[in-house]
């Protein structure tokens, strides 16, 4: 199944830019351990016995390193915890210090342009070659790779099929007046940017001053249509189980969760194409422990580990030959992995600039406080 993807570029020299956080793990069984497809390479002796992470929760269970465990039974992964991109941002700029940073796109930028991580030996790396050359594009700046991509996912409109019978084939149902109380947005400048970006046909990473100022004027106007800006799945999912809200801004996980929890919900392929985010792990620019650090990276593109991610949390994983793993029908549709063109209908997100960055935050700052 997508053994197609294998050879997909996914374009992302073309795509916009949005972040994203990711939320709870689905409530689904863990998945049973997948046999090894190659045995790993000879590792060299840690010289630690410790290996920091700054991560975000819910990945620090050993089913989301399995293959590293295998091969250091003797080290012992310490993971911290950010909220938020911004938040996992700061702490690192701040000087946390952890040997691994994970972070989703289009944060990278920000990483490289302060010296807080370092290029990746990919040679080092058994499992580099099966990651397709868009995803390794992601983590690629001025042909220097700086991380590893892992986990992905979608951002789409959610809608309730049954109050929305004709269904939705646009980023513009978010401003359909015919929705109005019924519209939830996620609330984030980077988002808001990129649903206009699309709709309006803009290049997300050359926004003017002009354009802006339109992209705040339709957010203004929107806002009469919105019931609320969620900030975490659990209350949109509510919102939409019980019909408050009928089309949102989401990501493909309350898909998978409502999906199989029997509400009636379909995932939006727009026309303009959905939005899709990328998480990324980077290896500390002061690290001691970099040999060690890659060794927990390639791990990450392992079989098994990414048998749980997809299985588990209904994540999309960066190596497609390990799709066949995914049986459940609920998760084949919410990922689209029946669908071998979906990637190359898909905007990947893209860095952005830490001035253009402020500027979504403050467009989004002043939509909430407009009167």
């Avoid at 409530?27 to 840690?46: C, F, G, L």
Wanted: charged share 20%; glycine share 6%; aromatic share 14%.
């Amino acid at each position: 199944m997508l053994s197609v993807l294998l050879g997909v570029t996914l374009a992302l020299t073309a795509c916009q830019a949005a972040a994203t956080e990711p939320p709870p793990p689905a409530d689904q069984p863990t998945a049973a351990p997948a046999e090894p497809t190659s045995a790993p390479a000879e590792p060299a002796e840690p010289a630690a016995t410790e290996l920091s992470v700054l991560e975000w929760a819910y990945y620090e269970v050993p089913e989301m390193w399995v293959e590293f465990g295998q091969q250091y039974p003797e080290v012992t992964p310490i993971f911290n915890f950010g909220a938020s991109d911004p938040d996992i941002y700061a702490k690192y700029l701040a000087g946390s210090g952890e040997d691994l940073v994970h972070f989703y796109t289009p944060w990278l930028q920000f990483y490289v342009d302060e010296g807080l991580i370092q290029a990746i030996d990919t040679a080092k790396l058994t499992n580099w070659e099966k990651v397709p050359e868009g995803f390794r594009e992601s983590c690629t700046l001025d042909g220097v790779v700086y991380c590893v991509p892992w986990d992905w996912g979608f951002t789409s409109i959610l809608y309730r099929t049954d109050m929305v019978p004709e269904g939705v084939d646009s980023w513009d149902a978010l401003f359909d007046e015919r929705f109005a109380g019924h519209v939830s947005m996620w609330d984030s400048g980077d988002g808001a940017v990129t649903v206009t970006s699309y709709i309006l046909g803009y290049d997300e990473q050359n926004i003017s001053d002009e354009q802006l100022a339109e992209m705040k004027q339709m957010w203004i106007d929107q806002r009469d249509l919105n019931l609320f800006y969620w900030t975490d799945e659990p209350e949109l999912e509510a919102a939409i189980t019980s019909g408050d809200v009928w089309v949102a801004y989401a990501w493909n996980g309350a898909y998978y969760r409502l999906l199989s929890a029997g509400v009636p919900v379909a995932y939006a392929d727009p026309s303009e194409g959905r939005n899709s985010w990328i998480g990324q792990y980077a290896v500390s620019a002061t690290t001691e422990n970099y040999d060690l650090a890659l060794a927990f990276l390639d791990g990450k593109l392992g079989e098994q580990t990414a048998t749980h991610l997809l299985v588990d949390y209904a994540y999309g994983h960066v190596v497609p030959e390990y799709y066949d793993a995914v049986t459940d029908e609920a998760l084949i549709e919410a990922l689209s992995l029946n669908d071998p063109g979906i990637l190359e209908r898909t905007n990947f997100t893209l860095p952005i600039s830490a001035r253009d960055r402020d500027r979504f935050n403050q467009l989004w700052a002043e939509v909430k406080a407009a009167p």
